[in-house]
């Protein structure tokens, strides 16, 4: 059975830091890229935030975030991670982890996790 499960938000004042974490299991996260996407309550639609793909770890960013936000992934512990800094209030939303194969003919999601900046 696969799952992919967020953990690490939570809130956090503007200026500040959280690290999100996405583990998976039941597929192989390795042949996976991974990305982050993020939905605010007045949105109807998932945005995208940042991807990083294997093989290759290359990575890319929505233009809000370049700069603050870093992706990364480590296949031995088939977990993905959203590196997040200097947060400001606009990144206030549940941020989804999906795995997904190159041409989209697999997809999984997790379950979402809160994130809230506010002072």
């Known amino acids: 059975q696969v799952h992919l499960v967020e953990s690490g938000g939570g809130w956090v004042q503007p200026g500040g830091s959280l690290r999100l974490s996405c583990e998976g299991s039941?597929?192989?996260?390795?042949?996976?890229?991974m990305s982050w996407y993020r939905q605010t309550p007045s949105s109807h639609e998932r945005e995208f935030v940042a991807v990083v793909t294997s093989p290759g770890g290359y990575t890319r960013y929505e233009d809000d975030v370049v700069g603050r936000f870093n992706i990364s992934r480590d296949n031995q512990k088939n977990t993905a991670y959203l590196q997040m800094n200097n947060l400001t209030v606009e990144d206030t939303a549940v941020y989804y982890c999906?795995?997904?194969?190159?041409?989209?003919?697999?997809?999984?999601w997790g379950q979402g996790t809160q994130v809230t900046v506010s002072s």
């Open positions: 999906r795995a997904v194969t190159t041409g989209g003919s697999s997809n999984y």
């Open positions: 039941g597929f192989a996260f390795k042949d996976y890229h």
